[in-house]
T-cell receptor, first 113, second 111 residues
Framework: DVKVTQSSRYLVKRTGEKVFLECVQDMDHENMFWYRQDPGLGLRLIYFSYDVKMKEKGDIPEGYSVSREKKERFSLILESASTNQTSMYLC????????????FGSGTRLTVV | AQRVTQPEKLLSVFKGAPVELKCNYSYSGSPELFWYVQYSRQRLQLLLRHISRESIKGFTADLNKGETSFHLKKPFAQEEDSAMYYCALSVTTDSWGKFQFGAGTQVVVTP
């Protein structure tokens, strides 16, 4: 029944490491999103993609990049991890217009030490 | 710019009491609003959409364009309603669906 799968539930990385967070969806959704979830700040959009090889910056893209080589997979890359990137990362997908809402993954809790 | 405001970080209510979670938005286009819920150790999930005018788990929400609000209500809170709730605005001026989320309201229902 799981429709949006994030590859890791918990990750611990060192400052300066390159980090890859993977997300796969099996619902043939056009849109995929990466958010970070922090207490008191809600969900903030990092990047999104509405088609293969297409990407758009969200509200907080600095320090991140993304890759979408296949429709079902959307990767978030932290080029050089820093402690202020310690957070819960949520992947979501939706149909193109988004008016049926998002389907979320279970999240990846990333700790950068 | 679009914005979603949830003024209460924490709402504590007794079982059986009414509960109302406030959500206000600012958006120049035609708003499409949603409520999402995250129960403890579960993934974030859609609770309801204003466009479908539905009642889910006893919750309802009415879009008030005059007051730019989309408050979530339930007449009798249950312990299983304890969760984090997010109000979200779909930015429909783009050709793809992108959501703006509020900061969230933690609801605690005590027996």
């Amino acid at each position: 029944d799981v429709k949006v799968t994030q590859s890791s539930r918990y990750l611990v990385k060192r400052t300066g490491e390159k980090v890859f967070l993977e997300c796969v969806q099996d619902m043939d959704h056009e849109n995929m999103f990466w958010y970070r979830q922090d207490p008191g700040l809600g969900l903030r959009l990092i990047y999104f993609s509405y088609d293969v090889k297409m990407k758009e910056k969200g509200d907080i893209p600095e320090g991140y990049s993304v890759s979408r080589e296949k429709k079902e997979r959307f990767s978030l890359i932290l080029e050089s991890a820093s402690t202020n990137q310690t957070s819960m990362y949520l992947c979501a997908s939706s149909y193109l217009r988004g008016n049926y809402g998002y389907t979320f993954g279970s999240g990846t809790r990333l700790t950068v030490v | 710019a679009q914005r979603v405001t949830q003024p209460e970080k924490l709402l504590s209510v007794f079982k059986g009491a009414p509960v109302e979670l406030k959500c206000n938005y600012s958006y120049s286009g035609s708003p499409e609003l949603f409520w999402y819920v995250q129960y403890s150790r579960q993934r974030l999930q859609l609770l309801l959409r204003h466009i479908s005018r539905e009642s889910i788990k006893g919750f309802t929400a009415d879009l008030n364009k005059g007051e730019t609000s989309f408050h979530l209500k339930k007449p009798f809170a249950q312990e299983e309603d304890s969760a984090m709730y997010y109000c979200a605005l779909s930015v429909t001026t783009d050709s793809w669906g992108k959501f703006q989320f509020g900061a969230g309201t933690q609801v605690v229902v005590t027996p």
